[in-house]
């Protein structure tokens, strides 16, 4: 890990962190958010399946997780590079991806996005919510959990050999499921290992990264380098 020690992993490769800019550490460019969906009001199912439309804006803004095309941004590249575009002209730099397995995480589509918008962008590895974890996953020992990650940074993810730069963000829900609690503890062993960043999504429970953190802690994990997210939840 020599080689990767006080550098940037992006999806184009490394780089220095002097090198970084202006970067938001905390967002999704392509990803399926199916998994949250709410359902809306009685009366105002209808709405959910409508396209998005200005006619519909007020609604979709206080509904957001009830509208089923507004959770699948894997069908908004063009629209996500136009955004990138604006995010670089304003003095951007790079972007921390934040979308995990199960979520559609898709790093061919990080790298093109990089490619043509100049922006730097650092995918993450790891594991979202336990509703999301498939059966496969949900079998999968620490050890067997803890390889998984380590090889999306040092090897490549979803099948490439395009690789992360940060584990998570790791997805917990309250309360905390044995499935998550599984890729936390992995989370740390892999963290032990790459000395890399860590990102969290807490479960909406005012106890849930308290309970995260002494997880990490036991498992060996660098909380100095760990973030806890949608703490202002």
């Given at each position: 890990?020599?080689?990767?020690?006080?550098?940037?992993?992006?999806?184009?490769?490394?780089?220095?962190?002097?090198?970084?800019?202006?970067?938001?550490?905390?967002?999704?460019?392509?990803?399926?958010?199916?998994c949250c969906y709410y359902p809306p009001p009685p009366g105002q199912e209808a709405l959910s399946e409508k396209p998005i439309e200005m006619k519909h804006l007020f609604w979709l803004?206080?509904?957001?997780?009830?509208?089923?095309?507004?959770?699948?941004?894997?069908?908004?590249?063009?629209?996500?590079?136009?955004?990138?575009?604006?995010?670089?002209?304003?003095?951007?730099?790079?972007?921390?991806?934040?979308?995990?397995?199960?979520?559609?995480?898709?790093?061919?589509?990080?790298?093109?996005?990089?490619?043509?918008?100049?922006?730097?962008?650092?995918?993450?590895?790891?594991?979202?919510?336990?509703?999301?974890?498939?059966?496969?996953?949900?079998?999968?020992?620490?050890?067997?959990?803890?390889?998984?990650?380590?090889?999306?940074?040092?090897?490549?993810?979803?099948?490439?050999?395009?690789?992360?730069?940060?584990?998570?963000?790791?997805?917990?829900?309250?309360?905390?499921?044995?499935?998550?609690?599984?890729?936390?503890?992995?989370?740390?062993?892999a963290q032990a290992q790459l000395g890399c960043p860590v990102i969290i999504h807490p479960g909406r429970n005012g106890d849930s990264p308290f309970q995260i953190i002494r997880i990490?802690?036991?498992?060996?994990?660098?909380?100095?380098?760990?973030?806890?997210?949608?703490?202002?939840?």
């Amino acid at each position: 890990m020599s080689s990767l020690k006080g550098k940037i992993q992006t999806v184009l490769g490394l780089i220095e962190p002097s090198q970084l800019g202006y970067t938001m550490t905390h967002e999704h460019l392509t990803m399926d958010f199916s998994c949250c969906y709410y359902p809306p009001p009685p009366g105002q199912e209808a709405l959910s399946e409508k396209p998005i439309e200005m006619k519909h804006l007020f609604w979709l803004k206080q509904n957001s997780y009830s509208h089923k095309e507004n959770l699948l941004l894997y069908e908004e590249t063009d629209a996500v590079r136009e955004e990138l575009l604006h995010y670089k002209a304003a003095g951007g730099g790079s972007i921390v991806e934040n979308t995990t397995t199960g979520i559609m995480r898709d790093v061919k589509i990080l790298k093109q996005l990089s490619e043509e918008t100049g922006v730097h962008v650092i995918a993450g590895a790891g594991f979202y919510v336990d509703a999301t974890h498939s059966s496969e996953t949900k079998a999968m020992s620490v050890e067997q959990l803890t390889e998984v990650i380590v090889n999306e940074v040092l090897n490549g993810a979803d099948g490439s050999n395009i690789k992360c730069g940060v584990i998570g963000e790791i997805g917990c829900s309250w309360p905390l499921t044995d499935s998550e609690n599984r890729v936390l503890k992995a989370t740390a062993h892999a963290q032990a290992q790459l000395g890399c960043p860590v990102i969290i999504h807490p479960g909406r429970n005012g106890d849930s990264p308290f309970q995260i953190i002494r997880i990490l802690q036991e498992a060996g994990a660098d909380i100095s380098k760990t973030v806890m997210s949608h703490l202002d939840r």
